[in-house]
């Protein structure tokens, strides 16, 4: 009888390629990565592609542990009972163990005309899809960008310093994670690149068409090109594979991330909802949740208690076209600071923050179980007491 332990990670992001690469900490475990695409995808370098000064792509023999083995398909179904998954060629591949990390992307928008005219831009094909469109359309053509958070602001500024007409429309205020000091920063850049700003609840999209968007407040925007970056989703493997999963889809897990289905499949990064109180997604959050839930099957496999999740935020950073950005420090518990670098320090910052998200990876698959980050130990603890409704003290 063989000794072997095979686990399969589902998903190759950040989060997926962390835990697969600390897995390889033993010897005894086999490791298979099943992923869409060839190539691993630094998503935060996705509105870079759209503004054509980055590819973002980096090859899996860069980032992923050798005797890791990469299959490239796409899961259509988990079997818990039988522990196997099957894939979209309508082969199955067993397992002991299972990590569910299959990422995230923008929601199917839900306002009329959206589904038909605006251009999503959360994954590899689809960002490369607008760049290609945004190659064979005028300059002077009017772009609109739908959605206030860093994936919108990023986008609209790295297109109006190329000099397009950019119009950033918000549906409620622009950068909501900033403190209200860098928001007023965020705001002065993006007016020196020349985009409108759209702010404020009567800014939500009502419908999109071919040339124009529709405003709640009764504007009418001429738009060439849209393109949609608000919202949240997640895949529907887990619902569909009959797991628990929260009301945006995310698989429900213990705080060890375990499922609360079956104890032999642990969920990482922005598809996992531990205790229904997921963390911000973030790349930093997926790196550490991947390590996390790769410490939970090896404590497993080892006999060892697993620890719950235990996890501090330090920052979140927006770059503003190629020459500014904003660095915003947080407290533990992910609130903005009134303190952040702006200008080229935010830049430079920022841009570091990029190449860690994969340097990280890297170091790991040289050195599995090298990777750790900072943590907190009494943020979550009190959010887990106020969600059972426990107002007793803290044990000291």
Request: charged fraction near 20%; aromatic fraction near 6%; hydrophobic fraction near 40%.
């Amino acid at each position: 009888m063989s000794n072997n332990t095979d686990v399969v990670v589902i998903g190759g992001g950040y989060a997926g390629v962390m835990a697969a690469n600390r897995l390889t900490q033993r010897d005894d475990v086999t490791v298979t990565v099943i992923n869409p695409r060839s190539v691993f995808v630094p998503r935060l370098r996705l509105h870079q592609l759209v503004g054509g000064t980055h590819d973002a792509v980096v090859d899996y023999t860069e980032v992923l542990a050798e005797g890791v083995r990469l299959v490239v398909d796409s899961v259509t179904r988990i079997d818990a009972a039988e522990r196997s998954v099957t894939l979209t060629n309508g082969d199955s591949i067993g397992y002991d163990y299972l990590i569910y990390a299959v990422g995230s992307g923008s929601t199917g928008p839900r306002v009329p005309g959206a589904a038909e005219f605006a251009y999503p831009i959360a994954t590899l094909e689809a960002a490369q899809r607008v760049r290609s469109v945004l190659f064979d359309t005028p300059l002077a053509a009017a772009v609109t960008v739908v959605g206030g958070g860093p994936t919108g602001i990023e986008t609209a500024a790295e297109l109006a310093e190329q000099g397009r007409a950019v119009t950033l429309v918000c549906g409620g205020v622009v950068g909501p994670y900033l403190h209200p000091r860098a928001r007023r920063t965020a705001r002065k850049y993006l007016a020196e690149l020349g985009v409108s700003v759209l702010e404020g609840p009567d800014t939500s999209v009502t419908t999109v068409t071919r040339d124009a968007v529709e405003l709640s407040d009764g504007r009418t925007l001429a738009s060439k090109i849209t393109i949609w970056t608000a919202g949240f989703g997640v895949p529907d493997l887990a619902a569909s594979s009959g797991l628990r999963t929260d009301t945006a889809g995310r698989l429900l897990t213990d705080e060890t991330l375990t499922s609360l289905d079956d104890e032999r499949i642990v969920a990482a990064g922005d598809s996992s909802a531990p205790s229904d109180l997921p963390f911000r997604m973030s790349a930093y959050a997926a790196g550490c949740l991947g390590a996390h839930a790769a410490d939970t099957v090896l404590n497993r496999i080892a006999g060892e208690r697993s620890a719950p999740i235990d996890l501090s935020f330090a920052a979140m950073c927006i770059s503003f076209g190629r020459r500014a950005g904003i660095f915003q420090l947080a407290h533990k518990d992910d609130a903005a600071m009134r303190l952040y670098f702006s200008g080229l320090a935010g830049k430079k910052l920022k841009e570091m923050s990029c190449a860690f998200s994969v340097k990280h990876l890297v170091t790991e698959a040289r050195k599995p179980g090298s990777h750790s980050w900072p943590k907190d130990g009494k943020h979550r603890p009190a959010l887990l007491r106020a969600q059972r409704g426990d107002t007793a003290a803290p044990v000291a």
